[in-house]
């Protein structure tokens, strides 16, 4: 079984960045595809961007294309999202999760990291 924990969030003004490290331990093949979602406060989760741990080809949402990149780092069993150009409505808890395909739909993804808060504000 897969454990995802993910780490670097916090507080970050308008316009600026930060990096998410999604580290993993347990069983993984090279056809498992990491995603990124996140939860807004009284909103649906939602897709950011996956990337494969075996094929590097990548997937974006569109409110996060040319802003935010997904790339990964087999050797240290870990998958970075570096966000760039942040905006207040990126403002969620952002998750990584495990799955054995490409999928943007959340409920495709059996393996889910606890999540860790992000919050663009003035």
């Known amino acids: 079984q897969v454990q995802l924990v993910e780490s670097g969030g916090g507080l970050v003004h308008p316009g600026g960045s930060l990096r998410l490290s999604c580290t993993r331990s347990?069983?993984?093949?090279?056809?498992?595809?990491i995603g990124w979602f996140r939860q807004a406060s009284g909103k649906e989760r939602e897709f950011v961007a996956c990337?494969?741990?075996?094929?590097?080809?990548?997937f974006y949402a569109d409110s996060v294309k040319d802003r935010f990149t997904i790339s990964r780092d087999n050797a240290k069993n870990t998958v970075f999202l570096q966000m760039n150009s942040l905006r207040p409505e990126d403002t969620a808890v952002y998750y990584c999760?495990?799955?054995?395909?490409?999928?943007?739909?959340?409920?495709?993804?059996?393996?889910w990291g606890q999540g860790t808060q992000v919050t663009v504000s003035s």
């Open positions: 990337i494969g741990l075996g094929n590097p080809r990548t």
């Open positions: 999760a495990r799955n054995s395909y490409y999928s943007t739909s959340p409920a495709n993804y059996p393996s």
């Open positions: 347990g069983r993984a093949t090279s056809l498992d595809v």
